[in-house]
Structures are given as C-alpha cells and as structure tokens.
C-alpha cells in the first residue's frame, strides 16, 4: 500500500478551524447563567415543602398499618372507581 501526499492531512481535519476559534477567543470573558425565581415561584415551593411533610406522615402512618395488619380496604370505594372503566 502506497500513501501518496502526507501533507494532506492537516487539510482534512474538519477540528483545527474549531481549535483555532477557541483559542483566540480565551481573552473574552466566559458568561454565566442567571436564574431569578419568582416570589410566586417561592411561595409555592415552601407549600410544596408543607404538603410533602403532611404527605410523608401519611405515608408511614400506611405503611405501619399495613405492616401491623390493620389496613383495611374498602372494596365498595374501588368498585365505585372502577365501574366507569367498565361501562
């Protein structure tokens, strides 16, 4: 196998034009991204945070009644929500 025009090469490379933008451009300063939440925004992240709390002692108050046996349920609730799926 014959390679003819070695030099060629650096011609190819599709990278250098990149390389070379990059590196002229290091005297600019870099930007940064801002974010500025809402007051709204923040109001309803700390009644996210209160409900999640309540949510949370729910949850372990189900899952020890579930773990001690005293969970019960009440099947004529589920056949109420399922029988409009069923019509």
């Excluded at 190819?12 to 974010?35: C, I, L």
């Excluded at 996210?48 to 001690?68: C, G, H, P, Q």
Aim: cysteine-free; aromatic content about 6%; charged content about 30%.
């Amino acid at each position: 196998m014959k390679i003819n025009e070695t030099q060629r090469i650096g011609g190819v490379n599709p990278y250098q034009k990149q390389n070379e933008q990059r590196a002229g451009g290091m005297g600019r300063k870099r930007q940064t991204d801002e974010v500025q939440i809402s007051a709204e925004a923040q109001e309803m992240l700390s009644y996210s945070r209160a409900s999640n709390a309540e949510l949370s002692k729910r949850i372990e108050d189900l899952k020890e009644s579930v773990r001690t046996g005293s969970y019960h349920v009440d099947s004529g609730k589920i056949a109420e929500k399922i029988w409009p799926f069923i019509k």
